[in-house]
């Protein structure tokens, strides 16, 4: 579909250089919300669901917060166009397998995206690059309250907002952080900070969410409780949790420098090696070696690249994007075939520019 | 020692081009050799091996086969020194083990050497690049025959030559053909040709010899037999069967690039990254890459090294060598920095003068 690619010429709003670059990648909060007296999206049937999408769609296109959006409904989208939305954090797995009623409602910078008939009726989410939680919320909350006015939710003055699944009943909001910790995990100090943090009831995820490990070093933490707690309560403690991860990764990268710097050239280099010369990449080795060469821009090792350039790997090395690239559907090893190809491509192209 | 810094200056004269460059590496060709009445170096004390190498040193300095060799005592030699000649194959670590009485007679191009003292009174050896059997035979013999003229071996009429240690009882021979085999092993067919090679009496160690692996998929393929077999014949089975191995490696390579060019281009991509861009390198490590180069050099897949470069970077490597070359003894860790910086000066260095 020729909207989702527009997507690709710009890198995604939140992947752009942020407010924090290096450590925090980009932020998102989103709030799940459902309206009363309506079947939950898992309970309607298809002729409800879509009544549901075709009675919200003028109200969310008309939205102050979500000016002149790009509307993408999921039966109208390939598989490939689905899975590229998939790898821009901009629609949940769960959303692409949907069928009619289940649509995706786009700010066109990518800075705001409400899913309809995922698991909850509406979840809509606001996402930034580099640390922005309060500001996120304030959008995010503007948007919640414009539509609060033209549609009933499904609230309950003793619990909160009711969603279909419990965890996210009350606020009905979920924030989380992507941070990038290689410092962390190469000196060996990352199993104890996350515990610490799953201890304090946070969520650590890897970069796709639930259930997926922290390919590449990136690691999305996350409120767990909805309830009991106002929003500014919970992100600011989330906020406080991801500014101290911050500095426990500074230090660790401080220590690497001093204590194992020949190591950490050696670690940076073969990766520089590898994607400049492999033939053959999967995702998960080029995430990691994209990793460690994020690291080694930031430390000043390496002056042949910009993060940028590194940033928008990590999101064109996915199987959708790779695809969309080669403008063809291809299998597993022909993708890391193109896959590395397109790493050799983009890093001696940056490298020249950067050199020239 | 100056002698043996002398003999950095050159690749030693059985790793220059040979006459089967690739899959034939090197030839040797060695024969255990002991006086009469006198008692095995095992047996045999301090002064008893003294008295025995002071009355052959004139002899062995005046053989025509050996002109102007190069002498050197084990108990003058220091440690550093005595690991670059075994990494050079010109004396056996048992050798560089003994003191007193135990000696080197070396012909100053490397293509023969005399151990004194070491299993047997008398170990001499002729190498030479490439596949040379018979040409290596015939140094050996003159050398023999002629200082046959002028000691008495320990010889019986019914076994032949005796050793020290039984396996070498007979002719006293053991002819070995060092091959470069990345083809067999990258193809999953190296072991059935191993255990083939054994069962017809045939021996296949690593580069270093007994008990070691076969680090950059080097292969040394030597007779087991010493005895009931005329030197000729234990000389060309041994050569038949390198002959056979070598034609299965090319086919084998021939495969590798018709069915899996991909996977080769990267395995050969991937070692020329990390060797171009490491900052540590293990001796292993190294041996293996400088293996997927060589053989990316002789496919034609890499232009810009000559495989003699990659050839002498194998025994640079090594840990003597890398010690002298930084003019000082070192620890492993320290070594595997020196080991990095060397192979990446000399691989950028030739690349340079091969564009240039």
Same sequence: chains 1, 2.
Wanted: hydrophobic fraction near 45%.
């Amino acid at each position: 579909m020729k909207v989702v690619d527009e997507l690709l010429k710009n890198p995604g709003a939140w992947l752009k250089v942020g407010a924090h670059p290096g450590v925090m990648v980009s932020s998102r909060v989103r709030l799940a919300r459902n309206l009363e007296n309506t079947a939950f999206p898992g309970w309607a049937g298809e002729d409800e669901s879509q009544r549901l999408w075709q009675s919200l769609r003028p109200v969310l296109e008309a939205l102050p917060g979500c000016a002149a959006p790009v509307v993408l409904e999921m039966e109208n989208l390939s598989r490939l166009d689905k899975e590229i939305l998939v790898e821009r954090h901009l629609i949940s797995r769960d959303l692409a397998e949907k069928g009619p009623g289940s649509a995706l409602v786009l700010k066109a910078d990518e800075t705001v995206a409400l899913m309809i008939n995922e698991e909850d009726h509406i979840r809509m989410q606001a996402m930034s690059p580099g640390l922005s939680l309060p500001e996120l919320w304030r959008t995010i909350d503007s948007i919640d309250t414009d539509l609060a006015q033209q549609v009933r939710y499904a609230f309950s003055p003793r619990l909160g907002y009711l969603t279909a699944c419990p965890t996210n009943v009350g606020t009905g909001m979920r924030a989380s952080v992507m941070l990038h910790l290689p410092g962390l995990v190469l000196m060996n100090e990352i199993n104890p900070i996350v515990k610490g943090v799953n201890k304090i009831g946070l969520a650590v995820r890897g970069l796709w969410g639930e259930g997926t490990d922290a390919a590449g070093n990136m690691f999305q933490i996350s409120n767990q409780t909805t309830l009991g707690e106002t929003e500014q309560t919970i992100i600011s403690r989330l906020e406080q949790i991801v500014l101290e991860i911050e500095e426990h990764e500074k230090h660790a990268r401080a220590r690497l420098l001093q204590q194992k710097e020949i190591s950490l050239r050696d670690h940076v280099g073969r990766a520089c090696g590898i994607l400049t010369n492999a033939c053959l990449l999967n995702s998960r080795e080029t995430m990691d070696m994209l990793s460690a060469l994020r690291l080694g821009i930031e430390l000043g090792l390496l002056r042949e690249w910009s993060a940028a350039v590194i940033d928008e790997l990590f999101l064109l090395i996915q199987p959708g994007h790779l695809q969309k690239v080669e403008g063809r559907i291809i299998g597993a090893e022909k993708r890391d075939l193109a896959r590395a190809r397109l790493v050799r491509a983009r890093l001696s192209a940056a490298d020249k520019r950067q050199q020239g």
